[in-house]
């Protein structure tokens, strides 16, 4: 069990710092250190609910994988990596309910939204929480291969 | 004659009521979802027979109300063969239960359910030596896919009192 | 014959020598992620997480059917269709029944939307199916997720420490989360806790502290900035008179050993079927005593009954606990139906902090009639108690609230 996997922890490592930093953001932009923040593809939100209970979300998750990078291949340790990547997925799943939800009545204009309106409420920025999903992913593969080495012993 | 689903809490007593009588209790995954007993009506060889979907119990001495319901149901019935449900995975106190019920005098059949988390966990039981040292039907089952339950059923048909000096003499007598 | 414990241990471990083998258990990577939601470190964060991702959901999809689609098929067809066929407009059944209206200079005014016109069948009607259905059907749907996955436990254990403090245990989490939904399964479920003490502690924190999805609905729909607050305040509550009631209360708060199942995968059919069941069994419970609730109130209106109530206790209002003296129409109307009353209280003009104050005051005023009838079915002597400890802490906490309004330079 005493395997190394490099190239995994710099990975986690990687994208456990970004994680923990966007995290950080989201309260700093909801404190109102830092103002509103939008750069082209991403959007941190502000309020009370979505950046500053949400940051401490996102920020666990940074921390999470941080923490489990050391002894990456031990169960216990590979637990807080899927944790973390979990606690994204669920951050950014609410967040794309959020824009599917808003992307099909049509407000004042009618009951259901016009075509271009409903693909444009999917138009960036996104939240980090949903930039971040992507590469959140790449747990899934680990699992798979853990799974796959269990079974060979 | 009444059927009484007995075990600890959360060891999958809906779950059985529901595969036996058709019926929709809620299941749930904490302890403590059955507060009331429910009825409900199964069949048995051809014959329709009241099933009680007792709630959990720990032991025959009751520690809250809910146990409290589910001794008293024991107590109150005349008739009664028991179903005792029992996690597979954590035998032992599940055994301590049936014992008691044993004790007192009602016919047994004993269900080893969670099956597949006991094999999860790697425990193995040997069923026929737990069956022939209890003198009492033992069934494996996973409640939740349905499997055993049929046989379950079955093996409730022979149920019958058993003296627990004859297991004290099986597992060679006492300490 | 009965035998002892340890005679039966003796036997058990004798059984268990001959039949069980315990093999090499090795942590899978779900014991691993069942521990982590335990450990209070890492437990707490996955928590906060959990009850963030809830909370969400609850919002996007109450607002998604309330704002996006009902709030228009009730306020653009249903009432000025109601409106128009309703026979005696400006009498009193078309009042009770459709819109009390607005009477200025002799000439009746009908209302534009269904919040306000507070018949049974506009408000009535347009709370229960077009608020309250929608945030109900979602908070079952998420509550039955999360219990048959196995998280309701872990919350448990996590939690068992804060609610020693308030004479409960971990345990005491579920009737907490049901009463969420409705206060009703919420009193029934206070059985799995041992000793009286804990059960009448539970259930009276229950009625006056938890509201129900009815009227978190509303809030949502109504007054969705001040949530944070609203709730905050009620979840302080909770536990001040919980750490009270626990101090003078008689009787034992004895440890509970939590059993933690693991994590399972949850079968899609048995949450279809929870999900409904609990729909049906609050409609076939609420949904009558919405409307009659409704129905009473307008009569109480008409009769000037609570007109004559607001005149006499608005010093009370005003002076204790810091609210507009219209308020008290709604809060004394907040006996008989809450979630209407939260309505009532939107379209009054008031303060921010004034409106966190009523509404809070709504909340933990007395409970519901279906939820009264079920804590009377526990025993009346609990229910007077109970009532009691109502009277006092709506007082108190009302009065409270406005003094740390005053403290903060806002009310």
Redesign the interface.
């Known amino acids: 069990m005493a395997e190394k996997s490099p190239l995994a922890v710099f990975y986690f490592a990687v994208l456990g710092i970004l994680t923990a930093a966007f995290g950080f953001a989201y309260l700093l932009v909801t404190i109102g250190i830092v103002n509103e923040f939008t750069y082209s593809l991403m959007e941190i939100p502000g309020d009370m609910f979505g950046g500053g209970w949400g940051g401490i979300v996102l920020l666990s998750a940074g921390l999470f994988y941080l923490m489990g990078l050391k002894d990456f291949n031990e169960i216990h340790q590979f637990g807080k990596i899927v944790m973390a990547s979990i606690l994204i997925w669920l951050l950014a799943g609410c967040d794309i309910f959020v824009m599917i939800t808003e992307s099909i009545p049509g407000g004042d204009e009618g009951w259901f939204n016009t075509l271009s309106g409903f693909i444009e409420t999917y138009y960036p920025p996104y939240t980090p929480a949903v930039l971040l999903l992507p590469f959140s992913l790449v747990v899934i593969y680990y699992i798979y291969n853990r799974n796959t080495r269990e079974e060979k012993e | 004659m009444n059927v009484l689903l007995m075990g600890?809490?959360?060891v999958g007593k809906s779950v059985f009521f529901n595969r036996l009588t058709g019926a929709?209790v809620?299941?749930?995954?904490?302890?403590?979802t059955t507060?009331?007993y429910t009825k409900g009506y199964m069949r048995i060889g051809g014959k329709s027979v009241e099933l009680i979907d007792v709630p959990g119990t720990f032991s025959l001495n009751p520690?809250?109300?809910?146990e409290e319901v589910a001794v008293a149901m024991l107590h109150e019935s005349k008739d009664v063969k028991v179903i005792c449900v029992i996690d597979a995975s954590k035998?032992?106190r599940g055994?301590?239960l049936a014992?008691?019920i044993i004790?007192?005098g009602y016919p047994v059949v004993i269900a080893l359910n969670m099956w597949d988390?006991a094999g999860?966990?790697?425990?193995?039981?040997?069923?026929n030596?737990?069956s022939r040292?209890?003198g009492v039907a033992v069934v494996a089952t996973t409640a939740?896919s349905g499997e055993g339950i049929k046989e379950l059923v079955t093996s409730l048909d022979d149920a019958r009192p058993v003296?627990?000096?004859n297991?004290?003499n099986n597992?060679?007598g006492?300490? | 014959?009965?035998?002892d414990a340890a005679?039966?241990?003796?036997?058990?471990d004798?059984?268990?020598k001959?039949?069980?083998?315990?093999?090499?258990?090795?942590h899978?990577l779900t014991d691993a992620i069942g521990e982590l939601t335990v450990k209070p470190g890492t437990g707490i964060p996955i928590a906060i997480a959990i009850l963030y991702g809830f909370w969400s959901i609850f919002g996007s999809f109450a607002g998604f059917f309330t704002d996006g689609f009902f709030v228009r098929i009730f306020d653009e067809y249903w009432l000025v269709w109601l409106q128009g066929v309703f026979p005696g407009q400006g009498g009193w059944l078309y009042a009770i029944m459709v819109d009390a209206g607005g009477i200025q200079s002799g000439q009746f005014i009908p209302s534009d939307n269904c919040l306000e016109a507070f018949g049974v069948l506009t408000s009535g009607i347009f709370v229960a199916i077009g608020v309250v259905l929608p945030a109900i059907l979602i908070f079952y749907f998420m509550l039955a997720l999360l219990?048959?996955?196995?998280y309701?436990?872990r919350l448990?254990v996590l939690i068992d420490t804060l609610l020693h403090k308030i004479g409960l245990h971990g345990?005491a989490i579920?009737p907490t989360i049901l009463s969420l939904g409705c206060n009703v399964p919420g009193v029934?479920?206070t059985?799995?806790?041992?000793t009286k003490k804990q059960?009448f502690i539970m259930m009276t924190l229950l009625a006056i502290f938890i509201p129900c999805g009815a009227q978190i609905g509303i809030m949502e729909d109504v007054v969705p900035g001040l949530m944070g607050w609203i709730m905050l305040y009620l979840l302080i509550g909770y536990f001040i008179f919980g750490f009270v009631l626990n101090k003078i209360v008689p009787g034992e708060a004895p440890e509970f050993l939590i059993?933690v199942?693991?994590y399972?995968k949850?079968?899609v059919s048995?949450i279809f079927?929870?999900v409904w069941?609990r729909l049906v069994g609050f409609f076939k419970v609420a949904l009558p005593f919405v409307l009659l609730g409704c129905a009473i109130v307008g009569i109480l209106y008409m009769l000037e009954v609570i007109d004559w109530l607001a005149v006499v206790l608005s010093p009370i209002f005003i002076g204790w606990f810091g609210v507009p003296a219209e308020t008290a129409g709604p809060l004394i109307a907040a006996f008989l139906r809450k979630d209407l009353a939260v309505a009532q209280l939107s379209t009054i003009e008031m303060t921010e902090y004034q409106m966190i104050t009523a509404v809070v005051l709504v909340s933990i005023y007395f409970p519901c009639v279906a939820t009264f009838a079920m804590m009377l079915k526990e025993g009346w002597k609990e229910l007077l108690a109970a009532l009691a400890v109502l009277a006092v802490v709506v007082f108190l906490y009302g009065g409270l609230i406005h003094v740390i309004g005053i403290l903060l330079g806002v009310a």
């Open positions: 600890h809490p959360n929709s809620t299941e749930s995954n904490y302890p403590g507060i009331d520690k809250d109300k809910a035998i032992e055994l301590y014992l008691e004790e007192q988390v999860d966990k790697n425990i193995t039981i040997n069923i030596d737990l040292i209890l939740i003296e627990i000096d297991i004290i597992v060679g006492l300490t | 014959m009965t035998l005679t039966r241990w003796d036997i058990i004798k059984i268990s001959e039949t069980i083998a315990f093999g090499k258990y090795r899978t219990e048959d996955i196995g309701m436990p448990a345990y579920v029934t479920a059985r799995i806790l041992e059960r059993d199942p693991p399972r949850p079968l048995n079927k929870k069941g």
